[in-house]
């Protein structure tokens, strides 16, 4: 690729990966205590609510804001200021009505809402999340303005700023209830009550923010004339309708995750509502570690769509390979070694973030670890596709995985023997399913096919390295430390150490060997922010 798209591509990336650590900490500052106050059956109610406020939202911002910002990328490669104005005001438009139909569902219908997902104390959650849906699509469109321009600053600045409000509002509200002494369902609400009091805030700040730095104005100049209004929203809609459908596959599979699971629990495997609750709730405390990873692929999906939508432009396919290589090399460097951690320390990690989790916390989470490496790299390629002007190849996978999903995670779950154990394997089969045929895709429509060893091979070996050493340290401190004591705190401290201790050499372990089998070089690091000083300091070549 060229120096400096490359450099603009993964430099936005960079930026936006270090924003998501802040906001992944913030999160965990959140959701932890969070899981702690509501209890498992408390936390079930949260957590589907979740569910059903990201799927409105997902099918209200997730494709739009990555045509805009497509369009935009386009626009701005041809000088076309008066086009990029138009996207902008028509794709508002559009985000605005969308948002407004998902909160009006959301606020008319929280009880039905609720039945129908077999959670109907989640209503008043529902009820209150609801303006969350049209304020964040106000922002989405902001940041697709500014993703269009490869400005990756605005978006990442607005979601610390989110994260930070709904942690301070959010617990506030749900501890104080729960000192007050109020039942887990409100207490629960008031949790959710952050969600909105951030999204208004973040709405706010990238209002301020795009305005104060762009022209955001159509300019006088007779030769610059913009598509009609209708040319660029049908375009919108070619563009992002597709996009939408399979970038927001993980909402519409946790969605149905929530509605089947809690389903077959009660009706098929012999499970009192408390109780599937209760399964539920600790699956969700699982899922909250198994997200993490998936928000470090954000960032790479925010940059490349528009980096390989102006190359593509251009007609510079073996730029756009490039491109799509290195977003895909860098996803596995980051979010395989996560995958490989949460398999082999998954016990540890649930009791240490999550008391009481027990066998089934450790179980769920080594399921979900084995997972999620193939949903981030799933996510990536349902990116890729549609940049290079392939909207439609990604249902393909879509349409099989989700088939799979639903008929492996119906029956097993229905399984007394294998009851929420089949949850995670449901999203397995699907996932597998969904890389597997990307790639087949990828490797018809681009101009080559991509370099799996390069992309995989070197962060695979270096993975199982870093696996072997996190659980052989891990073993070795427990033991050390004596087992099991006899006080809570002590059973605690004789976790957390010993936990920390194995993450600890596995990311040394796991830094050591990719460097050493050149998982990542010195080309690679050219393209980071002071990215070849650090890469002189590593010895990496």
Not at 1 to 9: H, I, L, V
């Given at each position: 690729?060229?120096?400096?798209?490359?450099?603009?591509f993964?430099?936005?990336?960079?930026?936006?990966?270090?924003?998501?650590?802040?906001?992944?900490?913030?999160?965990?500052?959140?959701?932890?205590?969070?899981?702690?106050?509501?209890?498992?059956?408390?936390?079930?109610?949260?957590?589907?609510?979740y569910?059903?406020?990201?799927?409105?939202?997902?099918?209200?911002?997730?494709?739009?804001p990555?045509?805009?910002?497509?369009?935009i990328?386009?626009?701005?490669?041809?000088?076309?200021?008066?086009?990029?104005?138009?996207?902008f005001?028509?794709?508002m438009?559009?985000?605005l009505?969308?948002?407004?139909?998902?909160?009006?569902?959301?606020?008319?219908?929280?009880?039905?809402?609720?039945?129908?997902?077999?959670?109907?104390?989640?209503?008043?959650?529902?009820?209150?999340?609801?303006?969350?849906?049209?304020?964040?699509c106000?922002?989405?469109?902001?940041?697709?303005?500014?993703?269009?321009?490869?400005?990756?600053?605005?978006?990442?600045?607005?979601?610390?700023?989110?994260?930070?409000?709904?942690?301070?509002?959010?617990?506030?509200?749900?501890?104080?209830?729960?000192?007050?002494?109020?039942?887990?369902?409100?207490?629960?609400?008031?949790?959710?009550?952050?969600?909105?009091v951030?999204?208004?805030?973040?709405?706010?700040?990238?209002?301020?923010?795009?305005?104060?730095?762009?022209?955001?104005k159509?300019?006088?100049?007779?030769?610059?004339?913009?598509?009609?209004?209708?040319?660029?929203?049908?375009?919108?809609?070619?563009?992002?309708?597709?996009?939408?459908?399979?970038?927001?596959?993980?909402?519409?599979?946790?969605?149905?995750?929530?509605?089947?699971?809690?389903?077959?629990?009660?009706?098929?495997?012999?499970?009192?509502?408390?109780?599937?609750?209760?399964?539920?709730?600790?699956?969700?405390?699982?899922?909250?570690?198994?997200?993490?990873?998936?928000?470090?692929?954000?960032p790479?999906l925010?940059?490349?769509?528009?980096?390989?939508?102006?190359?593509?432009?251009?007609k510079?396919?073996?730029?756009?390979?490039?491109?799509?290589?290195?977003?895909?090399?860098?996803?596995?460097?980051?979010?395989?070694?996560?995958?490989?951690?949460?398999?082999?320390?998954?016990?540890?990690?649930?009791?240490?973030?999550?008391?009481?989790?027990?066998?089934?916390?450790a179980?769920?989470?080594?399921?979900?670890?084995?997972?999620?490496?193939?949903?981030?790299?799933?996510?990536?390629?349902?990116?890729?596709?549609?940049?290079?002007?392939?909207?439609?190849?990604?249902?393909?996978?879509?349409?099989?995985?989700?088939?799979?999903?639903?008929?492996?995670?119906?029956?097993?779950?229905?399984?007394?023997?294998?009851?929420?154990?089949?949850?995670?394997?449901?999203?397995?089969?699907?996932?597998?399913?969904?890389?597997?045929?990307?790639?087949?895709?990828?490797?018809?429509?681009?101009?080559?096919?991509?370099?799996?060893?390069?992309?995989?091979?070197?962060?695979?070996?270096?993975?199982?390295?870093?696996?072997?050493?996190?659980?052989?340290?891990?073993?070795?401190?427990?033991?050390?430390m004596?087992?099991?004591?006899?006080?809570?705190?002590?059973?605690?401290?004789?976790?957390?150490l010993?936990?920390?201790?194995?993450?600890?050499?596995?990311?040394?372990?796991?830094?050591?060997?990719?460097?050493?089998?050149?998982?990542?070089?010195?080309?690679?690091?050219?393209?980071?922010?002071?990215?070849?000083?650090?890469?002189?300091?590593?010895?990496?070549?």
């Amino acid at each position: 690729m060229s120096e400096k798209k490359g450099q603009n591509f993964l430099h936005g990336a960079a930026i936006y990966t270090v924003g998501i650590v802040l906001v992944k900490i913030l999160g965990a500052v959140y959701k932890i205590p969070l899981g702690n106050i509501l209890g498992k059956a408390g936390y079930a109610q949260f957590g589907i609510t979740y569910r059903i406020y990201n799927f409105f939202l997902t099918i209200a911002t997730a494709g739009f804001p990555v045509a805009m910002s497509r369009m935009i990328s386009e626009a701005d490669a041809l000088d076309r200021e008066n086009q990029v104005y138009r996207v902008f005001r028509v794709g508002m438009m559009s985000f605005l009505g969308l948002g407004a139909a998902g909160t009006f569902i959301m606020m008319a219908f929280p009880a039905e809402i609720a039945a129908y997902m077999n959670a109907v104390q989640a209503s008043r959650c529902i009820f209150i999340m609801a303006p969350s849906v049209v304020l964040v699509c106000v922002t989405a469109a902001y940041r697709g303005y500014a993703q269009g321009h490869s400005d990756m600053i605005p978006t990442t600045v607005s979601q610390v700023i989110e994260t930070g409000v709904k942690v301070l509002v959010g617990l506030a509200c749900a501890g104080w209830l729960y000192k007050a002494g109020y039942s887990m369902e409100i207490c629960a609400a008031g949790a959710i009550f952050g969600t909105t009091v951030s999204s208004l805030a973040a709405m706010v700040y990238m209002q301020v923010k795009v305005h104060r730095k762009y022209d955001v104005k159509p300019r006088r100049d007779a030769s610059d004339i913009p598509d009609p209004d209708k040319k660029i929203f049908w375009d919108l809609l070619r563009i992002g309708i597709p996009i939408t459908i399979s970038t927001s596959i993980m909402s519409i599979i946790q969605l149905a995750d929530g509605g089947i699971t809690l389903n077959r629990l009660k009706t098929a495997a012999g499970y009192s509502s408390i109780a599937a609750d209760s399964l539920f709730g600790v699956y969700d405390w699982a899922m909250t570690v198994y997200n993490v990873p998936s928000a470090f692929v954000v960032p790479f999906l925010s940059s490349v769509v528009p980096a390989i939508a102006a190359a593509r432009l251009r007609k510079r396919g073996a730029e756009v390979c490039n491109i799509a290589e290195s977003s895909m090399r860098m996803c596995t460097l980051l979010c395989l070694p996560m995958a490989v951690g949460m398999a082999v320390l998954a016990g540890p990690c649930m009791e240490t973030l999550f008391p009481g989790s027990g066998t089934q916390g450790a179980i769920l989470l080594c399921e979900l670890g084995v997972t999620c490496y193939f949903m981030t790299m799933s996510l990536m390629t349902n990116s890729i596709l549609p940049a290079n002007g392939n909207e439609r190849l990604p249902l393909v996978g879509i349409v099989l995985g989700g088939i799979v999903k639903v008929v492996v995670t119906y029956v097993l779950v229905g399984n007394p023997s294998i009851n929420i154990y089949g949850a995670p394997l449901g999203t397995l089969c699907c996932y597998i399913v969904m890389l597997t045929v990307n790639l087949i895709n990828m490797a018809r429509h681009m101009d080559r096919p991509m370099n799996l060893w390069r992309i995989f091979g070197r962060s695979a070996i270096s993975c199982a390295v870093m696996g072997v050493a996190a659980r052989a340290v891990w073993s070795l401190c427990h033991g050390l430390m004596g087992g099991v004591t006899s006080t809570v705190a002590g059973r605690r401290v004789n976790i957390m150490l010993p936990f920390g201790a194995g993450v600890a050499v596995g990311v040394v372990v796991y830094c050591v060997m990719a460097i050493a089998l050149r998982a990542i070089t010195m080309e690679d690091m050219k393209l980071f922010p002071k990215g070849e000083k650090l890469a002189r300091k590593l010895h990496i070549r």
